[in-house]
């Protein structure tokens, strides 16, 4: 969902096809474990976990895939244990990456991630090499086939949102990173049928990237998307200029 234009929408159409092939589920299902772990398996004083099982079913994950993941985060049934670790890096044309990760196992996640970006044309950077370019926000989406735009972007205002914006068949709104539950709460209060919602990390400027540098840059994104260990690929990039 974090990214720009081209890249978002893309993201959406492929979701089709990861949920065919079973990668979608499996990292939904790694953020329903991690989410119960740190806070509990009861979605009622979890919102985090809640916010997770709602994305699950809104991409029609199974509900005993839910529940199973819910039981692997609090210890009732065995799996593997997943850390949260955060990578940093560049795709050509100065575009900035902000890896959300979630894996078993950090110092593979690390070496794959880096031979991944090195024959692309990408590299990794150290910590805090790109943070700054980013902030910590709560995007919500509604489709606009399901919601009349009015009426969510009167929700989004009442409920305290900080922008809104229809992007390509879809109204996303952004919020605080400390309101988004309550946004997102009161939205769904508000009768809006909301698609996606998550916290992530939204550019503070986008850079744009053409032509021949734009497909390199959308390989290495949907690269990233496709690894196993990735949950978010945050970026900066404009890809509208690549069309």
């Known amino acids: ?21 079973g990668k979608l589920f499996s990292k939904l299902g790694r ?11 009861d979605p009622d004083f ?14 029609r994950m199974p509900t005993e895939n839910i529940e199973r993941a819910i039981r692997r985060g609090t210890g009732d049934l065995p799996g593997a244990s997943y850390e949260e670790v955060t990578h940093e890096g560049y795709a050509p044309g100065g575009a900035a990456l902000y890896l959300e ?55 989004a205002l009442e409920a305290g949102a900080e922008d809104f914006e229809a992007d390509d068949g879809m109204y996303v709104v952004t919020t605080g990173a400390g309101d988004f539950h309550d946004v997102l709460a009161s939205m769904r209060a ?41 949950l978010r690929v945050n970026t900066n990039v404009d890809l509208e200029a690549g069309d």
């Open 1 to 21: 969902m974090a990214g720009h234009s081209k890249w978002s929408k893309i993201k959406r159409q492929k979701a089709v096809t990861d949920k065919a092939k």
């Open 31 to 41: 953020e329903i474990a991690v989410a119960a772990r740190e806070g509990g398996g």
């Open 46 to 59: 979890n919102p985090r976990l809640r916010t997770a099982i709602d994305n699950a079913k809104g991409q």
């Open 101 to 155: 990760c979630l894996t078993d196992n950090p110092r593979r996640t690390l070496a794959e991630l880096r031979h991944l970006l090195d024959k692309r044309g990408g590299n990794l950077g150290q910590s805090g090499s790109v943070a700054w370019l980013f902030e910590r926000k709560g995007q919500i989406l509604v489709s606009a086939d399901r919601s009349d735009e009015e009426a969510t972007l009167d929700a």
């Open 190 to 230: 508000a009768g809006i049928a909301v698609t996606e919602a998550d916290l992530a990390m939204v550019a503070k400027n986008t850079v744009r990237v053409e032509g021949r540098e734009a497909e390199r840059v959308l390989d290495i994104l949907t690269a990233l998307d496709d690894h196993d260990d990735v």
